[in-house]
């Protein structure tokens, strides 16, 4: 059957950097949960494959309840918005939002490991490509979502919570879509953030030296090391020697300003303390 609406019954439109992969990765295994691959991009980037395409993807058997997608560079597209809100005003939104520095930061990591970024410090990239800082900048993405659509139809929760808590986290999201929230997902206790390694790997030259090895004709043996216990200390060591550096240390005062002001304007859009986040900026 088609799911209630003809399409997806929920859209997770942010934010990037979030714990989104992890969310559709624990929905993907949910039994009442029809979900495409991640990150469509119909409303912002594909929107002209039409109406139709978009809503065959949400085709689901007798045995799911609801579909969904998740593509959280919605909210930061004032015309994304704009078309989910014509499409369905009553389609359920879910949002994840990070400490905006930490989230820039981490989007900076993932693009390094991706090739792009790698000569710039954290602190240059951000002059040269100001966008991917912008998008942590919360508070009019959020005045724009409460514009459209109604606050009954929006779950905000935060990044911290899948840290600390992701069985709760994940079952209010399943409360909030209409499935069980007693499912427990494989994927609940994953590490969070994997893209994190990537960045590291190429980093320390991690990449080119593994690609050596593999030409040498030696990938069995690499995979074999890799599957250790002492491979997996070393991994979390690099993780954690990565996560001591504070993004707030690594750019210019202005923008740590900036962070803070937007900060707080979120708080009051939100009615939630976000201290913890604040006290990251020592100016």
Not at 242 to 255: T, W
Request: glycine residues 6%; contains cysteine.
């Amino acid at each position: 059957m088609i799911s209630r609406n003809g399409g997806p019954d929920f859209i997770g439109v942010g934010v990037q950097r979030g714990g989104t992969s992890w969310l559709y990765e624990c929905l993907n295994e949910h039994p009442e949960v029809n979900i495409p691959e991640k990150e469509l991009h119909f409303f912002d980037r594909n929107y002209d494959r039409g109406i139709e395409w978009y809503k065959k993807l949400f085709q689901c058997d007798g045995e799911n309840k609801v579909s969904g997608e998740y593509t959280p560079d919605y909210i930061s597209s004032e015309e994304a918005m704009q078309r989910i809100f014509e499409f369905d005003s009553n389609v359920k939104l879910i949002v994840i939002l990070r400490e905006p520095l930490d989230r820039a930061y981490s989007a900076y990591r993932l693009f390094q490991s991706h090739g792009q970024f790698c000569d710039l410090e954290f602190a240059e990239a951000i002059k040269l490509h100001p966008w991917f800082f912008e998008k942590s900048l919360y508070s009019d993405q959020i005045k724009g979502m409460f514009s459209l659509f109604s606050s009954v139809n929006i779950h905000i929760d935060f990044y911290d919570r899948i840290i600390s808590d992701p069985e709760s986290f994940f079952g209010d999201i399943c409360q909030f879509i209409g499935v069980d929230r007693n499912f427990t997902p494989k994927s609940l206790f994953n590490v969070r953030n994997a893209s994190f390694y990537p960045g590291i790997q190429n980093r320390y030259g991690l990449v080119k030296l593994q690609n050596k090895i593999i030409d040498m004709g030696f990938s069995e043996q690499l995979n074999s090391i890799k599957n250790t216990r002492l491979f997996s200390i070393f991994k979390r060591f690099l993780l954690d020697k990565d996560r001591k550096k504070q993004p707030s240390h690594l750019i210019d005062r202005k923008y740590i300003s900036i962070v803070k002001d937007d900060v707080e304007v979120l708080e009051e859009l939100l009615g939630q303390d976000l201290q913890s986040w604040k006290d990251k900026y020592v100016l």
